[in-house]
């Protein structure tokens, strides 16, 4: 299972509300990761965990707080989001620490309204 | 700060023909990668090449990486209508205390083809 996958695949919300994001593999992937990526632009990232700790915070607001339950899987929990922050979020995995491929999710577009 | 410069932007051929992307970047690195991603979806690992590596085929596809120019470019023979999609590198310049990569991507090329 080469999988990674991502729920909900939409989510609209509005600036008050709190939701959380998910993503999850089987590959025994030890390495999660969360990206940003705005209309026509290159994701961009915001957290890595390896071996289920918090490795990157690439000084992300935190009204998007990350969590790492168990190895297979990876949360994102919104809380109070602006409308800029409408994106798709992209989870993806890689094998080990040092470990290059990632392997990617299909994302959850979120609309902030 | 995005480390990889992508160009063209924008790439529109006819199938059959090949597709030239070129990359360009900015710091020392571990590896350069190149990633597709169909409108809307997530990407999907195509190639990777290492510092010490010039160049790397892997089916249509072929890579090539001066280190001395901090440049990449991609080459897609043959092209496929499903090949239509954006193409980015990315490259792997920094790690973690810990060792946790970081992909730093560029700005992408959106690739179509012609039928």
């Known amino acids: 299972d080469t999988e990674v996958t991502q729920t909900p695949k939409h989510l609209v919300m509005g600036m008050t509300n709190k939701k959380s994001l998910k993503c999850e593999q089987h590959?025994?992937?030890?390495?999660m990761y969360w990206y940003k990526q705005k209309a026509k632009k290159p994701p961009e990232l915001m957290f890595v965990?390896?071996?289920?700790?918090?490795?990157i915070n690439e000084s992300v607001p935190s009204r998007f707080s990350p969590e790492c339950p168990n190895s297979s899987l990876l949360n994102l929990h919104l809380h109070a989001l602006q409308p800029e922050d409408s994106a798709l979020y992209l989870c993806?995995?890689?094998?080990?620490?040092?470990?290059?491929?990632?392997?990617f999710g299909p994302g959850t577009r979120l609309t902030v309204t | 700060s995005q480390q990889g410069e992508e160009d063209p932007q924008a790439l529109s051929i006819q199938e059959g023909e090949n597709a030239t992307m070129n990359c360009s970047y900015k710091?020392?690195?571990?590896?350069l990668q190149w990633y597709r991603q169909n409108s809307g979806r997530g990407l999907v690992h195509l190639i990777l090449?290492?510092?010490?590596?010039r160049e790397k085929h892997s089916g249509r596809l072929r890579v090539t990486l001066d280190t001395s120019k901090k440049s990449s470019s991609l080459l897609i023979t043959a092209s496929r209508a499903a090949d239509t999609a954006s193409y980015f590198c990315?490259?792997?310049?920094?790690?973690?205390?810990?060792?946790?990569?970081?992909?730093?991507f560029g700005q992408g090329t959106r690739l179509t083809i012609n039928p």
């Open positions: 590959m025994g992937h030890r390495a």
């Open positions: 993806a995995s890689s094998q080990d620490l040092g470990h290059d491929e990632q392997y």
């Open positions: 710091t020392s690195i571990n590896n």
């Open positions: 965990y390896s071996y289920e700790k918090l490795s």
């Open positions: 090449i290492r510092s010490n590596e």
């Open positions: 990315a490259t792997d310049n920094l790690r973690s205390v810990q060792g946790a990569q970081k992909l730093v």
